[in-house]
């Protein structure tokens, strides 16, 4: 079964800080991880699929990059409304099933 | 636009049964991967179940495997989740969301989840 663990457990920034969150595998997932926004009180938002697509709507200021087992998800410029916990996401055929690292808030210094 | 309603939690106590549905709308349901996904309060995400487009296959999380039951009915566009031997531990906000089409490897949309409460 594959491990997800994302460091830092919270990030705190400032609007207008560059945020860099990390996911790491515990075995190669190839390219396909995804990142997801969750705000309190919501459902949560995919923001990057594949490693380093970005969903629909999702500002140019999220990028994700990575494969086999280190990924990283870049918010280039926080803004208010970035602030939130982020998941990362792979899926493995065998055994079948979806996998969540266990997030990162990313909270206003 | 689609959407994805959930509907069917609640409070049940402790060993007992519920299941949840997931109105579907907006998209062709029978030609997307479907799983639900929970999320206890205060803690992470936790992917509970999935199953194929068409319903012939299933699959489950160790720690459901046993107790719960996805299921879905394309005519009716509708996903479920039958609950049974519920435990405290279950206690959870419960989503739906969909696989993307290519290759289900990440969720695409998410319905807006169902709290179940199991009292002990």
């Known amino acids: 079964e594959v491990v997800l663990t994302q460091s830092p457990v919270t990030l705190s920034l400032s609007p207008g800080e560059r945020a860099t969150l990390s996911c790491r595998a515990s075995?190669?997932?190839?390219?396909?991880l995804a990142w997801y926004q969750q705000k309190p009180g919501q459902a949560p938002r995919l923001v990057i699929y594949?490693?380093?697509y970005r969903g629909n709507d999702i500002p140019a200021r999220f990028s994700g990059s990575g494969s086999g087992t280190d990924f990283t998800l870049t918010i280039s410029s926080l803004e208010a409304e970035d602030f939130a916990i982020y998941y990362c996401?792979?899926?493995?055929?065998?055994?079948?099933?979806?996998?969540f690292g266990q997030g990162t808030k990313l909270e206003i210094k | 636009e689609v959407q994805l309603l959930e509907s069917g939690g609640g409070l049940v106590q402790s060993g007992g049964s519920l299941r949840l549905s997931c109105a579907a709308s907006?998209?062709?349901?029978?030609?997307?991967?479907m799983s639900w996904v929970r999320q206890a309060p205060g803690k992470g995400l936790e992917w509970v179940s999935g199953?194929?487009?068409?319903?012939?296959?299933?699959d489950y999380a160790d720690s459901v495997e046993g107790r719960f039951t996805i299921s879905r009915d394309n005519s009716m566009n509708t996903l479920y989740l039958q609950m049974e031997s519920l435990r405290a531990e279950d206690t959870a906000l419960y989503f739906c969301?969909?696989?993307?089409?290519?290759?289900?490897?990440?969720?695409?949309?998410w319905g807006q989840g169902i709290l179940v409460t199991v009292s002990s």
């Open positions: 969301a969909r696989a993307d089409i290519v290759a289900a490897n990440f969720f695409d949309y």
């Open positions: 907006g998209f062709t349901f029978s030609n997307y991967v």
């Open positions: 199953i194929s487009a068409s319903g012939g296959s299933t």
């Open positions: 075995q190669s997932v190839d390219g396909y």
């Open positions: 594949d490693a380093s």
């Open positions: 996401q792979q899926r493995s055929n065998w055994p079948p099933m979806y996998t």
